[in-house]
């Protein structure tokens, strides 16, 4: 019903940065919170940031200061900017909506498929 498509990984020296987006495509009534999380290998799961519809932001500490997220509510479309990349921000990067599909009266959580953001020392 609502599917989500990552796009901008890629490897990056350290110090570099990266843009990341996410679209949301589907039968789609509302889309709330997005969000991008990362997992690194051997790692669970984390959030880095999340945006609501407003535009209210939150940022895990670690980025803080130099990963910007942002959306686009015309596109159904969250973005990552990315600057100042360390090693350790290499993982794979998840978008998260919290969605209204078209026709349903509640929201669901979707996940896109992840894209792999590898940061060189």
């Known amino acids: 019903q609502v599917q989500l498509v990552e796009s901008g990984g890629g490897l990056v020296q350290a110090g570099g940065s990266l843009r990341l987006s996410c679209a949301a495509s589907?039968?789609?009534?509302?889309?709330?919170?997005m969000g991008w999380y990362r997992q690194a290998p051997g790692k669970q799961r984390e959030l880095v940031a999340h945006i609501t519809t407003s535009g209210t932001t939150y940022y895990a500490d670690s980025v803080k200061g130099r990963f910007t997220i942002s959306r686009d509510n015309a596109k159904n479309t969250v973005y990552l900017q990315t600057n100042s990349l360390k090693p350790e921000d290499t993982a794979v990067y998840y978008c998260?909506?919290?969605?209204?599909?078209?026709?349903?009266?509640?929201?669901?959580?979707?996940w896109g498929q992840g894209t792999q953001v590898t940061v060189s020392s």
């Open positions: 998260g909506a919290d969605a209204v599909p078209g026709g349903s009266r509640y929201s669901y959580w979707y």
């Open positions: 589907g039968s789609i009534f509302s889309i709330n919170r």
